[in-house]
């Protein structure tokens, strides 16, 4: 089946670390996003791709970086990660033309302490 | 600005009776209106959506409608089951992208 898949699944990290969480797609894609899940805030937006030569910065850009490395790569990294940036993080893939359902990958569970 | 406002942020419901939850929207342009469901440890997953050229519909128990003009739309779930218990999510589309609601917890008693 094709699918999103976001490695890893579970991270702790230190203040201050450099972490990438790393999203691959089999469904052919063009569209990518990487979402942040807080409890009471839903998906907000951090960065989206429309494809590998397009970034753009989302609600909450701050703090975080980018890399589309192939249609079906989409990376994120967090130059210094601080606590405020503990949350689960979702990656997802829409095709290429109009509004349409977007897939979500598993969801990566960051923690940094 | 880009938003999208979601009530209620709970709800509480006895299996069988009706849930609703509703939306509202910031940009007239918008027109597509997805609804995600996201079970404990899993990814948001698609339920239904609407696009802004109809008004209502429907799929088995649950329902979406769409008021263009007040710019709010709702999700219906009728004859609520344990299993529907989960986080909602509704988003609208601005531009080529989507935005989110803040989220519900629907809680099914039985």
């Known amino acids: 089946d094709a699918d999103v898949t976001q490695t890893p699944r579970n991270r702790i990290t230190k203040t201050g670390k450099r972490i990438m969480l790393e999203c691959s797609q089999t469904?052919?894609?063009?569209?990518m996003y990487w979402y942040r899940q807080d409890p009471g805030l839903g998906l907000r937006l951090i960065y989206y791709?429309?494809?590998?030569?397009?970034?753009n910065k989302g609600e909450i850009s701050d703090g975080y970086s980018v890399s589309r490395q192939a249609q079906a790569k989409f990376s994120l990294s967090l130059e210094s990660a601080i606590p405020n940036q503990t949350a689960l993080y979702f990656c997802?893939?829409?095709?290429?033309?109009?509004?349409?359902?977007?897939?979500f990958g598993q969801g990566t569970r960051l923690t940094v302490v | 600005g880009e938003n999208v406002e979601q009530h209620p942020s709970t709800l509480s419901v006895q299996e069988g009776d009706s849930a609703v939850i509703k939306c509202t929207y910031s940009d007239s342009a918008s027109n597509y209106f997805p609804w995600y469901k996201q079970e404990l440890g899993k990814r948001p997953q698609l339920i239904i959506d609407i696009r802004s050229n109809v008004g209502e519909k429907k799929d088995q128990r649950i329902a979406v409608t769409l008021n263009k003009t007040a710019k709010h739309f709702s999700l219906h779930i009728t004859e609520t089951q344990p299993e529907d218990s989960a986080v909602y999510f509704c988003a609208a589309s601005y531009g080529n992208k989507l935005v989110f609601g803040a989220g519900t917890i629907l809680r099914v008693k039985s």
């Open positions: 791709s429309f494809d590998v030569k397009d970034i």
């Open positions: 469904k052919g894609h063009d569209r």
């Open positions: 997802a893939t829409q095709a290429g033309q109009g509004n349409t359902e977007a897939f």
